[in-house]
Every structure is written in C-alpha cells, then in structure tokens.
C-alpha cells in the first residue's frame, strides 16, 4: 500500500494481489520500493523491487532486505541482504551482504560474525556503522565490516540514524518506548512512542526511523486484550508519522496517515529533506540522558495494596520468541508502610512467565485481594528493559513500579 502526500490520490495499492510483502523499504528518491517475499519456508525467501506506480516487479536476490543505503556522493542505492538463514531461526540471518540495487552481481561481505535479526538493520550516512540485533534480542552497533561489536541492551526493532553523530534506538518489551543511545558520548535517554492522540497508552509496534531522522513511523494503537495484543491486532490498527524534538528526547508531533478498515503495518517514510524546514542535527544542550540507572534512583515503597484491575496471563507459546513475561497489575493502594508513594493507584510488573512456563504465583493473583507488596521503580531496573511486558487494559497513566516482594 502507498500514500504520497503530493500526488492527492490518497491510500493505493501498488500491487493489489494478496501475498507475502515483508518490511518494504523506499529507495530513489520515494520512486521505488524494495521488499521481501517469504512462502512456504525459510529457503523460499526473496527480495524484489517495484516502481511507486507498480510497474517494473522483478525479482533480485535470494535472501532478505535488511536495510538500504545511498551512497554519498553518486547517490547510488545499495540493499543489505541478509541469507542464510533456517526454518529453526527464520528471523535471523548469519550472513550479511550488500550490493547496488541495479547490480545485484556485485556483492561484497559485510557481516559474519553474528548472526543477525531481520527487521532491525539499519547504516549509517557513511556505511561505517550499522544499528542493530546481533541477533535478538542482543542490540548493538557494528562497524562495518566484520570490525568490532559493541552491546547496549536487550530489547527489538533497532534502528541507527545520523543526526550530527549517529544516533541508535532498540524498543523495549512493553511495546511503548524505545531507548535512545548516542554511542559517541555514552548518553542514553528513554523516548515514549505510544503518546498519538487517542492512544491511551496503549502498545505500538513497528517502529520505522525515517530517511529524514527527525521522523519516526509507527503502528498502532494495539488495544483489543488477549495474551498478545500486536497478534491481535485489529482494523484500529493505523500508521503514524511523530516528530522528534530537536533534541529527540521526546516526539513533539504525531499525524495519522493511514484511515482504513483494515489493519496497517511495516510502514516506511520517505521525506524530502532538502525541503524539509525540521533541522536534523541533535541539540545536547537540552538532551534528557540517563546514565546507567534513572536519576530518581529505584524509589523503593512498602504497600498494602488491593488489585483492581489484572493483566491477562499470556501464554508461553503467544510470547514466543521471548521466553519471560511480566504483567503490568493495577493497585489500589490502601496504606503506605515504608516509603513515599501519593497517588491513590499502583501500575506494578509482576513475573507471569519465566523460562517459558507460567508461574504458579501468577495464577493466584486475584481482583479484589488485598497484599503487601515492596515495589521499585520499573526504569530503575535496567536488566528488565528486553523482558515482554503486559499491561492491563485501560491501566492509569502512572510510571510502573515492579514487585520486589521478598518471598515466604
């Protein structure tokens, strides 16, 4: 499906044949889109390209699409292609390579040394570095090629922009934020993407930095309930153009772009950047940054609290591929014991799966119950940022807390 906002037609099919279209990818100047076909198994996998105006499908490579790149300069197009892969680990990728759309003889190596997941590869400006997950849910930055590797955190969707010094992302488990790293300065700061007008704080999912890093598109908003609200999905479901800050610690502007019966996924952005009046470069004077832990510190508080509203328990096999689950509960809280804590209710993170099983504890948590919980900050517990976290429907709009209850 496309939209151009100068053509005045509105949402078009550029191939109007149901099928297998995976992570389209916008090259020549928004002229023409790269894309991935998969049908029966890993082995059957292939990158194609189509015209804006669906003419001109051919078929280019074996493999995946993992990321495109212009050259400096001659403002060639290059494809980051990502084979061999297996049926036991489609999503992942053990060989990255690239070549010139129009010359997909002329391949050279990239990337070996890990394996790496194909929704979240991304290059920078020079082709230097790329952004991304070596493999799931390993996020990091590469330089390229085959040079070092350096981890940030666990999480998925990684992406890398240039905004005056490159710029990389990984989304977290709950579906809402992603974290912000500027590699250069070590800086790191969190940026909430589920914030669109009518979103209620509900999951978003696809995140997509546009050519221009200013933007960001996404998916959402997913808030129909079930044990995995993205498999949900739903026509609600539409894409959304944000506007970082000029200091990208936040998205200062959100635009609905699709409004549809269907459900709409996998967006990419093309901007005009030359006409674009949003300055690209990255303004640290007034960065939000957090070091290794938030300034606020873990905050921790002793409650008796009663639960009013509860998560639904996913399943291990409707979290797949991860393998640990939290559910984000709703408290009313009934009395402060230790600490300091002055709304009247608690959004607290719960362990609901762990090593793939649902936890007896889980089950037991009941609406109504009146417990005493020791809770602490969720964003002061770095080790949680990659874990699968569930929030209960219509949860108020407070930081989550995560239960540190000491057990019997």
């Known amino acids: 499906m496309a939209f151009d906002t100068d053509d005045g037609r509105g949402e078009r099919a550029i191939l109007a044949e149901r099928g297998s279209y995976i992570k389209p990818l916008l090259i020549g100047g928004g002229q023409r889109v790269l894309f991935t ?32 790149w212009q050259e400096p300069g001659s403002g060639r197009d290059w494809l980051y292609l990502g084979t061999q892969n297996s049926d036991a680990s489609p999503g992942d ?29 991304q290059v920078s400006a020079d082709g230097k570095l790329a952004g991304g997950l070596f493999p799931w849910p390993k996020a990091g930055v590469a330089t390229l090629p085959n040079g070092d590797l350096r981890l940030f955190g666990d ?5 890398m922009r240039d905004a005056g010094v490159p710029l990389v992302w ?5 579906h809402r934020n992603v974290t912000m790293v500027d590699p250069k300065a070590d800086r790191r700061w969190t940026v909430p993407l589920n914030q669109a007008p009518g979103f209620a704080g509900a999951e978003v999912y696809h995140p997509r930095w546009a050519n221009h890093p200013r933007f960001v598109a996404i998916s959402g908003p997913y808030n129909q309930g079930g044990a995995n609200q993205v498999r949900t999905g739903g026509a609600q479901t539409e894409i959304y153009l944000g506007r970082f800050s000029r200091d990208y610690s936040s998205v200062e502007a959100w635009a609905r772009v699709t409004r549809n019966g269907g459900g709409d996924s996998y967006p ?14 990255l303004v640290q004077s007034a960065q939000k940054t957090t070091p290794t832990a938030p300034a606020q510190g873990a905050g921790r508080v002793v ?41 009247g209710r608690l ?15 889980a089950r037991q948590r009941t609406v109504g119950s009146v417990v005493r919980l ?13 874990e699968r976290l569930i929030v209960a429907p219509g949860a108020p709009d407070l930081p989550i807390y995560y239960d540190v209850t000491p057990k019997p």
């Open 170 to 174: 990984y989304f977290d488990g709950s």
């Open 268 to 281: 990419d952005v093309w901007i005009d950047r030359a006409s674009n009046p949003h300055p690209i470069e």
């Open 155 to 159: 999480g998925c969707w990684t992406a």
């Open 93 to 121: 990728f053990k060989l990255v390579s690239r070549f010139p759309v129009d010359q997909p003889a002329a391949r050279e190596v990239v990337w070996n040394k890990t394996p790496v997941s194909g929704d979240t590869f």
């Open 347 to 361: 959004v607290i993170a719960q362990w609901a799966i762990r090593d793939a099983a649902v936890l007896d504890e």
């Open 37 to 68: 076909r998969r049908q029966t198994s890993a082995a059957d996998i292939g990158v194609y390209v189509v015209g804006w105006d669906g003419a001109g499908l051919r078929k280019l490579a074996d493999g995946a699409a993992l990321a495109v």
């Open 374 to 386: 020791t809770v602490e900050r969720y964003d002061a517990r770095p080790e949680l940022e990659g």
């Open 303 to 343: 409650v008796e609290a009663r639960m009013v509203t509860s998560a639904a328990i996913p399943t291990p096999r409707s979290i797949a591929p991860y393998r640990n689950a939290l559910v984000a509960n709703v408290y009313e809280v009934v009395k402060v014991v230790e600490g300091k804590y002055s709304e």
